[in-house]
């Protein structure tokens, strides 16, 4: 029999020695938990495409993040649910600084000044077009956009943002909200811009969640074409340089190799996000029992920190902080 020298299998003979050679993990300190705000007292509903994730009103948003600050989790992404009566063509509600959102990420750094508050900055939530830009004769305005960008940054940081998620895809909105933050004394304001935002199929549960769809047409002028990946290098480079503070690639499961790109050309950290719809097909798997929800979620966790992303935003960012507790 021929002598077989190299033996991989040695390094995977128990537990504690995989543990000792395993080369990626992931960790509750690496999640940003997206949270959906919505109006009222006592209010919560869950999202019917998205189980165990649910819209809050603002007092129960607060005790949502104090457990989850009480599990290691203290990162949270804030998205709100406005009534269509806000909303106009300019996004006008998204400058209200007496507004929902503002007066609630208040409150949550008056309350729990450790926890970490990442905003949405985008005109879709406020839009009565339901387009992440302003909307002009059926176009999607690029520079006129950056105006009402910047000011809902600024709002935002005064109210008490640690990092402004430009999540729009308007050419040099980084820059421009970068410019604003400073000018205006908000130079320890971090920008997570999404940098590769691709014009994806697995976004329909957000939209549910947030009523965002657009009203006409689709996103494909200023979201990515999912069949390009030098593309995003360019846009990575043009974020860089324009002052942001890390590149997010989203979604993340279909893009691990954009992730993989990223992480390897560009010194900042990077972000994925696991979006709705990747959260939302393993829920449904597993409530057939199809899958187990468990081991999928870690290992689906773990596929986008091998490719390169050190920090993620996840869903299952609550339940993974859980099951680490137990």
């Known amino acids: ?22 080369e990626n993990w992931v960790s509750v300190n690496d999640l940003i938990f997206p949270l959906f705000l919505t109006e009222g007292k006592n209010k919560r509903s869950e999202i019917s495409s998205m189980p165990g994730i649910y819209r809050m009103s603002g007092d129960l948003l ?5 457990s989850c600050l009480k599990v290691g989790l203290h990162t949270f992404c804030l998205f709100p649910s406005l009534n269509n009566k806000l ?25 729990f000044p450790e926890a970490v508050i990442m905003t949405d900055v985008a005109m879709d939530p406020y839009s009565s077009d339901g387009h992440d830009g302003y909307v ?27 990092i402004i998620g430009p999540s729009d895809m ?17 130079t ?47 846009e990575a480079d043009l974020d860089m340089n324009e002052g942001a503070d890390f590149l997010m690639v989203k979604p993340a499961l279909s893009y691990l190799d954009i992730i993989k790109s990223l992480n390897d050309n560009f010194n900042l950290p990077i972000a994925a996000y696991n979006v709705s719809g990747e ?14 929800n468990d081991r ?12 390169g992303a050190s920090v993620i935003l996840t869903y299952f960012a609550k339940e993974f902080a859980l099951a680490q507790k137990k």
Do not use: C
């Open 87 to 111: 909303k106009d063509k300019k996004a006008t509600e998204g400058l209200n600084k007496k507004g929902l959102y503002p007066s609630v990420i208040r409150e949550i750094k008056k309350r």
């Open 188 to 234: 320890d304001v971090s920008i997570m811009s999404y940098t590769a935002k691709y014009a994806s199929a697995f976004y329909g549960p957000f939209r549910d969640a947030l009523d965002s769809a657009p009203k006409f047409g689709d996103k494909k002028t200023y979201q990515m074409n999912p069949a390009n990946s030098k593309e995003a290098l360019l």
């Open 170 to 186: 308007m050419d040099g909105r980084v820059g421009f909200i970068r410019e604003a933050l400073d000018d205006n004394d908000f």
């Open 1 to 22: 029999m021929t002598q077989i020298t190299h033996r991989p299998r040695r390094n995977r003979k128990s537990a504690a020695i995989r543990n000792i050679v395993q």
């Open 279 to 292: 959260y939302a097909m393993v829920k449904a798997a597993a409530q057939k029992k199809w899958i187990d």
């Open 62 to 66: 607060l005790k949502e993040i104090e």
């Open 296 to 307: 999928v979620r870690d290992e689906i966790l773990l596929s986008i920190k091998r490719a």
């Open 136 to 162: 002009k004769n059926g176009m999607i305005m690029n520079d006129e956009t950056l105006d009402i960008l910047a000011k809902m940054a600024l709002v935002q940081a005064e109210a008490g943002a640690d």
